[in-house]
C-alpha cells in the first residue's frame, strides 16, 4: 500500500486555473464517491479550498496511480489533462505524509500560520469518513494530523502576529485602546485593502464601522457587508471629529486628508486621541498631520516593518512545528509497520487458545471423576500458564518488527510458531489483511512493501 497526494495550489497554479478546479461543497459526496471508484484507489480524502485542490489517496500500487487521479480529475472538472497536469505536484508516501502534516499545521498556507485551513482539513476528513471513502490508514493519519495542527497553535506563537497590512493595521489600533469596543471608525476607500481591514475591525467588536468612498454606492454595498453606515467624503470629513481611528486607502492622487482640517476636528475634542492609518500608495494623509497633538499616524511602512517582524516570528515559530511533524511522522511510521504483525499475533493467539481448549479435552475426558469447580480452577491455571508463557514473545516482536529489519523478523516469527496455516485459514496471509475502505482490519501488502514509505520522493508532472 501507498499514500499518495496529487494536487495543485496557489503556488504551482495561477487563480484563472485554481478556480476551474474547485469542487461545489454540494457534489464533494459525489465526487467522493467517484474518486473511490477509480483504478487502484483504496481509500481517498479530497481538500478543496480557494487556494488549493489536493487528492489523498490510499493505493494498491504506485505504477499508473498519477495517470488514474489525472484520469479522474479530467473526467470530473472536464478539463484536458494537457491543460493542468503541469499544475500539478504528487508526492507519495513520507513526503505525502509530511505534506499533510504542514498544510494542517498552516505551514503550507499563503499566510504562513493560519488556522483556517485546519478546519477545512478536518472537515474534508469527516465527510470522506461519513461517505465510507476512508479506512485504517487515513482513519489514523487525518486523525493525527488534525491533533498535530492543534498542538501546533496551541503550543506554539505561530498564529499570533499580524501578517498582513490589513491585519497589521487592526493589530496596531488594538495596541493603542486595547480593545474596538466602544470605539468608532472611518474607513475611506471601498477596495479589496479597506474591505479586508473592515472584516478585521468589525470581528474585533469595532461600535461602528463607517465607510466613505467617492462612488456613494460602492460605499453602500461595502458597510452593508458588515452592518456599517455608509457616507460620502464629505461627510467623513465632518465625522472627523466623532470617530477614534481612521484608516485610508483610497487609491487619489493627492491628499484626501490635510492637516487643517485634522486640526479643527482636534479641537471639537481635545481630550479624545485619534488614531491614523494610511495604507495607501500614494499616501492619502499629509504627513504633518502626524506632528498635531493627541494624534498618532502611521502609514504603510510602519505597518510593513510591524508585519515583516511578525513574519520573522512566525518563521521562527514554523522551526519548532517543522521538528512537531517529524516527532509525528515517526510515530506513524512505527503505526504503519505494527500492522503487519497484528494478524500474526491474532494467529498466535487464537492457535494457543485452540491447543489450550483441545488438551483440557482430553484432560477432562480422561479424568470424568472431576467436579465443574475443579474443571474451571483447572482450565483458569493453565490459561494462565498459556498467556504468561505468549506475553514476552508477543512483545518482542511488536519490537522487532518496529525495526529496520522488521519484515524479516515477521516472516521468522510466524515460521518458528508455525502460524501459516493458521492465517490462511482466515483468509490472511503473512503479508496482512484484506479489507475494504470504512473497516478496521488491515490491508493486504506486497512482502517487500511491509516497510512504510519505501518510496520516497517526488513525481515531477511529466511522471504524472
Known amino acids: 500500500m501507498?499514500?499518495?497526494?496529487?494536487?495543485?495550489?496557489?503556488?504551482?497554479?495561477?487563480?484563472?486555473?485554481?478556480?476551474?478546479?474547485?469542487?461545489?461543497?454540494?457534489?464533494?459526496?459525489?465526487?467522493?464517491?467517484?474518486?473511490?471508484?477509480?483504478?487502484?484507489?483504496?481509500?481517498?480524502?479530497?481538500?478543496?479550498?480557494?487556494?488549493?485542490?489536493?487528492?489523498?489517496?490510499?493505493?494498491?500500487?504506485?505504477?499508473?496511480?498519477?495517470?488514474?487521479?489525472?484520469?479522474?480529475?479530467?473526467?470530473?472538472?472536464?478539463?484536458?489533462?494537457?491543460?493542468?497536469?503541469?499544475?500539478?505536484?504528487?508526492?507519495?508516501?513520507?513526503?505525502?505524509?509530511?505534506?499533510?502534516?504542514?498544510?494542517?499545521?498552516?505551514?503550507?498556507?499563503?499566510?504562513?500560520?493560519?488556522?483556517?485551513?485546519?478546519?477545512?482539513?478536518?472537515?474534508?476528513?469527516?465527510?470522506?469518513?461519513?461517505?465510507?471513502?476512508?479506512?485504517?490508514?487515513?482513519?489514523?493519519l487525518f486523525k493525527q494530523a488534525v491533533t498535530l495542527?492543534?498542538?501546533?497553535?496551541?503550543?506554539?506563537?505561530?498564529?499570533?502576529?499580524?501578517?498582513?497590512?490589513?491585519?497589521?493595521?487592526?493589530?496596531?489600533?488594538?495596541?493603542?485602546?486595547?480593545?474596538?469596543?466602544?470605539?468608532?471608525?472611518?474607513?475611506?476607500?471601498?477596495?479589496?485593502?479597506?474591505?479586508?481591514?473592515?472584516?478585521?475591525?468589525?470581528?474585533?467588536?469595532?461600535?461602528?464601522?463607517?465607510?466613505?468612498?467617492?462612488?456613494y454606492a460602492r460605499a453602500q454595498e461595502l458597510a452593508a457587508k458588515f452592518d456599517g453606515t455608509p457616507c460620502t467624503m464629505q461627510e467623513a470629513m465632518e465625522r472627523l471629529a466623532d470617530v477614534d481611528i481612521l484608516i485610508s486607502s483610497t487609491g487619489a492622487e493627492g491628499y484626501v486628508i490635510t492637516s487643517a482640517q485634522v486640526a479643527r476636528s482636534m479641537k471639537r475634542r481635545p481630550d479624545r486621541p485619534l488614531f491614523m492609518i494610511d495604507i495607501a500608495v500614494p499616501r492619502d494623509i499629509e504627513p504633518e498631520i502626524g506632528e498635531l497633538e493627541n494624534v498618532f499616524l502611521y502609514d504603510i511602512d510602519d505597518l510593513e516593518g510591524i508585519v515583516e517582524n511578525n513574519l520573522e516570528m512566525r518563521r521562527a515559530e514554523a522551526v519548532k512545528?517543522?521538528?512537531?511533524?517529524?516527532?509525528?511522522?515517526?510515530?506513524?511510521?512505527?503505526?504503519?509497520?505494527?500492522?503487519?504483525?497484528?494478524?500474526?499475533?491474532?494467529?498466535?493467539?487464537?492457535?494457543?487458545?485452540?491447543?489450550?481448549?483441545?488438551?483440557?479435552?482430553?484432560?477432562?475426558?480422561?479424568?470424568?471423576?472431576?467436579?465443574?469447580?475443579?474443571?474451571?480452577?483447572?482450565?483458569?491455571?493453565?490459561?494462565?500458564?498459556?498467556?504468561?508463557?505468549?506475553h514476552d514473545p508477543i512483545n518482542r516482536i511488536k519490537e522487532m518488527t518496529a525495526g529496520k529489519n522488521g519484515n524479516e523478523a515477521l516472516e521468522y516469527f510466524t515460521q518458528i510458531f508455525a502460524l501459516e496455516n493458521e492465517l490462511d485459514d482466515a483468509g490472511q496471509t503473512k503479508e496482512g489483511l484484506q479489507n475494504k475502505p470504512g473497516t478496521t482490519n488491515d490491508y493486504s501488502r506486497e512482502k517487500h512493501e511491509h516497510k512504510p514509505f519505501a518510496i520516497k520522493g517526488t513525481l515531477t508532472p511529466a511522471g504524472l
Open 149 to 215: 495542527g492543534k498542538r501546533a497553535h496551541s503550543e506554539t506563537a505561530i498564529g499570533e502576529s499580524a501578517v498582513s497590512i490589513s491585519y497589521a493595521a487592526v493589530e496596531l489600533g488594538k495596541r493603542i485602546f486595547g480593545s474596538f469596543s466602544g470605539k468608532r471608525v472611518l474607513i475611506l476607500g471601498a477596495g479589496k485593502m479597506s474591505e479586508l481591514t473592515a472584516k478585521h475591525l468589525s470581528g474585533g467588536g469595532a461600535d461602528e464601522v463607517i465607510v466613505a468612498n467617492r462612488t
Open 2 to 140: 501507498h499514500i499518495v497526494v496529487v494536487g495543485l495550489n496557489y503556488r504551482t497554479a495561477p487563480v484563472e486555473v485554481r478556480e476551474r478546479f474547485s469542487f461545489a461543497e454540494k457534489d464533494m459526496p459525489q465526487a467522493l464517491q467517484e474518486l473511490l471508484r477509480t483504478k487502484s484507489v483504496l481509500e481517498g480524502v479530497i481538500i478543496a479550498t480557494c487556494n488549493r485542490t489536493e487528492i489523498y489517496v490510499v493505493v494498491d500500487r504506485l505504477h499508473m496511480c498519477g495517470y488514474f487521479i489525472r484520469s479522474f480529475m479530467e473526467r470530473w472538472f472536464g478539463v484536458p489533462r494537457e491543460e493542468f497536469t503541469r499544475h500539478l505536484y504528487m508526492y507519495e508516501d513520507e513526503q505525502a505524509v509530511r505534506h499533510l502534516f504542514r498544510v494542517a499545521c498552516g505551514l503550507d498556507s499563503m499566510v504562513l500560520g493560519e488556522t483556517q485551513i485546519l478546519g477545512q482539513v478536518k472537515s474534508a476528513f469527516l465527510l470522506s469518513q461519513r461517505e465510507k471513502g476512508t479506512g485504517t490508514w487515513f482513519n489514523m
Open 321 to 390: 512545528i517543522d521538528k512537531m511533524i517529524e516527532e509525528e511522522m515517526q510515530v506513524f511510521a512505527n503505526w504503519l509497520q505494527t500492522l503487519g504483525v497484528k494478524p500474526v499475533i491474532r494467529a498466535l493467539q487464537e492457535k494457543a487458545a485452540h491447543i489450550h481448549e483441545s488438551t483440557l479435552d482430553s484432560m477432562f475426558n480422561k479424568l470424568p471423576e472431576l467436579d465443574e469447580r475443579q474443571r474451571k480452577v483447572i482450565r483458569r491455571l493453565t490459561k494462565s500458564i498459556v498467556n504468561q508463557m505468549m
